[in-house]
């Protein structure tokens, strides 16, 4: 098991570095290559206006990445597509259902479930608990100590 985790971890560092990194610098690369050789040389007076290739690059870069962070930002502020994804993410990832390893599993939720022990007495001694809280925080209770154990709660959502 621990080789394939390890084997998994790698293709993960491998997609991120060669996704965001590799292809990101090898498209714009091309992109510029291509618009060149293909569109402005073949436009005499576009191509008059720049000169040669590295002015072109320079220009295209300069605009184009105050455009390219423009449009980021459009996209994370103004679009429903990036809450779209944010939705797949919460529906794909375990952890909105478990809870993660360390301190959330080790300190906190322990933390929790013994405040509630902790309170629910108080209240009983004081007879503040109603008939009809008891079943809540027992069932509260019996969540807590499922996680901790390390399964899960709730049910994943899926949407078309």
Request: charged share 20%.
């Amino acid at each position: 098991m621990n080789r394939l985790r390890f084997a998994a971890r790698l293709w993960y560092y491998f997609r991120i570095g060669y996704s965001t990194y590799l292809t990101f610098l090898l498209g714009a690369a091309n992109t510029l290559i291509v618009v060149w050789y293909l569109a402005i040389r073949e436009a005499p007076e576009i191509e008059s206006i720049f000169g040669h290739f590295v002015p072109f690059a320079i220009v295209t870069t300069l605009v184009g990445i105050p455009l390219s962070s423009a449009i980021g930002w459009l996209h994370l502020k103004r679009s429903p597509a990036y809450s779209s994804e944010i939705d797949i993410s919460v529906e794909a990832n375990p952890y909105y259902y478990k809870l993660p390893p360390g301190y959330n599993k080790e300190v906190l939720m322990p933390l929790y479930l013994e405040l509630l022990v902790q309170l629910r007495r108080l209240a009983e001694a004081q007879r503040l608990v109603t008939e009809e809280e008891k079943p809540r925080i027992e069932d509260l209770q019996r969540k807590i100590q499922l996680l901790i154990n390390g399964g899960s709660v709730g049910t994943r959502r899926t949407k078309p």
